[in-house]
T-cell receptor, first 110, second 115 residues
Framework: RKEVEQDPGPFNVPEGATVAFNCTYS??????FFWYRQDCRKEPKLLMS???SGNEDGRFTAQLNRASQYISLLIRDSKLSDSATYLC???????????FGKGTTLSVSS | DARVTQTPRHKVTEMGQEVTMRCQPI?????VFWYRQTMMQGLELLAY????????DSGMPKDRFSAEMPDATLATLKIQPSEPRDSAVYFC?????????????FGPGTRLLVL
C-alpha cells in the first residue's frame, strides 16, 4: 500500500463548479501536510499547507483529520486556470523528504 | 526571485551511456533532494542531503546511480550505465531548515530519455 493515496481522477468539471479531492496517508507519525499543484510538463509547486484547524486561501480550502489520517482540498468556483494535477503531500518531520501522492487530475472546461 | 536551477533540461542518450544531471539549490538552502517522476510511479525520492552530507539514498539503485554535493551550490546525480527504464523526469528540490513545517522548492526538472 502506498503511503499517500489519492483518487487519480480525472475530474472533469465545468467552470464555476465546486470540486473536492481526498487523500489518505498511512503513517500516523506524519507531521506536515501540503497540497502541491503540478501543471503539465512543469515542476510541482506548493499550493497550500494544511493545518489541523483547517485553512482557506481564496477559493481553496484544505482540511486535515488526523484521527482518520485524511486530507481534503475543496476548490470553489472553478476556473479554467485550475486545470492541473493536485498532489497530496505528507512530511514525517522537518527537513526530511516529502512523500507525494500520485496526484489527482482536474480538467475545468468552459 | 530565487529559484532552483537544473541542467540539462532535456537529455536523450543511448543505453549504456553515462548521464550527469546538475542542480543549483536556492542560495541559503541547506537541504537538497533528488526525485524521479514517471507516469507509473509518480514522484519518488531518490536521495537527499543536508549541509552537503547524504542523509538518505535508499530510493536510489546503488549499482548505477550516484548522488553528490561537491559544494553548497552544486548537487549532481549520475547514472552509469543508463538503461531505458531510467527514462523519467528528474527533479531537484531545495529547502531551508527554518521551522517544523518548511516546504521544498522544485527545479524545472531534467527530462531524460534513454533509447
Amino acid at each position: 500500500r502506498k503511503e499517500v493515496e489519492q483518487d487519480p481522477g480525472p475530474f472533469n468539471v465545468p467552470e464555476g463548479a465546486t470540486v473536492a479531492f481526498n487523500c489518505t496517508y498511512s503513517n500516523s507519525a506524519s507531521q506536515s501536510f501540503f497540497w502541491y499543484r503540478q501543471d503539465c510538463r512543469k515542476e510541482p509547486k506548493l499550493l497550500m499547507s494544511v493545518y489541523s484547524s483547517g485553512n482557506e486561501d481564496g477559493r481553496f480550502t484544505a482540511q486535515l483529520n488526523r484521527a482518520s489520517q485524511y486530507i481534503s482540498l475543496l476548490i470553489r468556483d472553478s476556473k479554467l486556470s485550475d486545470s492541473a494535477t493536485y498532489l497530496c503531500v505528507v512530511g514525517r518531520q522537518a527537513g526530511t523528504a516529502l512523500i507525494f501522492g500520485k496526484g489527482t487530475t482536474l480538467s475545468v472546461s468552459s | 526571485d530565487a529559484r532552483v536551477t537544473q541542467t540539462p533540461r532535456h537529455k536523450v542518450t543511448e543505453m549504456g551511456q553515462e548521464v550527469t544531471m546538475r542542480c543549483q539549490p536556492i542560495l541559503g538552502h541547506n537541504t537538497v533532494f533528488w526525485y524521479r517522476q514517471t507516469m507509473m510511479q509518480g514522484l519518488e525520492l531518490l536521495a537527499y542531503f543536508r549541509n552537503r552530507a547524504p542523509l538518505d539514498d535508499s530510493g536510489m539503485p546503488k549499482d548505477r546511480f550516484s548522488a553528490e554535493m561537491p559544494d553548497a551550490t552544486l548537487a549532481t546525480l549520475k547514472i552509469q550505465p543508463s538503461e531505458p527504464r531510467d527514462s523519467a523526469v528528474y527533479f531537484c528540490a531545495s529547502g531551508p531548515r527554518t521551522g517544523p513545517k518548511e516546504t521544498q522548492y522544485f527545479g524545472p526538472g531534467t527530462r531524460l530519455l534513454v533509447l
